[in-house]
């Protein structure tokens, strides 16, 4: 079965720019990412997203999930769980396109986080 692959466009805007700040999320109450290096996702009229480098997230409280979607922009995502100091595990708080389409390229090695899982907060650069 073929799905379709869509490129953004004046119809459907994507744009992949720096934060330029810091971004520090917390899952719990626990610092699980921490990022200078994040890059801010603007969908169409969807809420911006921060998009951080898996290398500045804390892998040890990950937590692989067999959950997948299609999105036709930017393609396959898989999700992690994340077990927090408490020992909870919060589902599904993390997705991430390990091989995203062409166009989408900027965001690969990266994680974003559900907004109202976990707590993003976004330091402006000094």
Known sequence: MSRAVLLPSDEHPITVEPTGGRVVVRVG???VADSRNALTLQE???PAVQY???ADVDQSVLRP????T???F???ASYYSVETSDGQTVDDV????EKPHPAMAEIAGHVAF???RADITIEPAA
């Open 65 to 68: 999930t067999e959950t997948s």
């Open 114 to 116: 559900y907004a109202d």
């Open 94 to 97: 993390i997705w991430t396109y």
């Open 74 to 76: 930017k393609g396959d």
């Open 52 to 54: 951080i480098p898996m």
């Open 70 to 72: 299609y999105c036709p």
């Open 44 to 46: 169409s009229t969807y």
């Open 29 to 31: 109450g626990k610092v």
